[in-house]
């Protein structure tokens, strides 16, 4: 697997190594050493998730203040766009988002470490998206913040309003979310 860092501190792209031949292609989805050796980051992870939405679906910014969560993410049917917002106070890019598009013909992975939120709109016709989290869900602690406060800026590549659950509806803004220190 090669591992890229992104712009914001944390945030890991992962491009894994995929054997094709006829018959048609492998790849190891994680390997723990290989990411422990490059990255330095020994993760555990306890907890899959598999979300199934339609296009323009837009899931997000989650996190949990307590028992955060690290996550990798990856899109076994169709696109996604992956958004993670630094919600970090004392980091230098506190505030700021970052995307990309995760897809089943790319099959990029992103490392999304605690302390960001995080979120992803769906580009393709239908998506199936795969994350492994390094904490269990615990509800009492999940907030959101709003998708499109205009603090974060975010471009969510959407040509039409998002499809969005009653959770993201009610959203806060950044500048009154509860965040990591």
Not at 25 to 42: C, H, K, P, V
Not at 93 to 117: D, I, K, T, Y
Request: negative net charge; charged residues 25%.
């Amino acid at each position: 697997m090669h591992i890229s860092p992104l712009p914001l501190p944390g945030l890991l792209l992962i491009e894994p190594r995929i054997f094709s031949d006829a018959r048609g292609s492998f790849y190891e989805s994680f390997n723990a050493r290989q990411f422990q050796e490059q990255t330095g980051i020994d993760v555990h992870f306890v907890q899959d998730n598999h979300a199934h939405s339609a296009r323009g679906v837009l899931r997000g910014l989650h996190y949990q203040v307590r028992h955060p969560q690290g996550k990798l993410v990856r899109v076994v049917r169709g696109a996604v766009w992956d958004v993670t917002v630094d919600i970090r106070r004392g980091s230098p890019s506190f505030g700021q988002w970052h995307g990309v598009e995760l897809s089943e013909a790319n099959r990029l992975q992103l490392w999304v470490p605690p302390g960001f939120a995080h979120g992803y709109s769906v580009l393709s016709p239908e998506a199936e998206v795969l994350y492994k989290t390094t904490d269990y869900w615990a509800p009492e602690h999940e907030r959101c913040i709003c998708w499109n406060d205009p603090r974060i800026g975010a471009d969510w590549k959407l040509d039409t309003p998002p499809v969005l659950s009653e959770k993201d509806r009610k959203g806060m803004p950044l500048a009154e979310a509860e965040v990591f220190p």
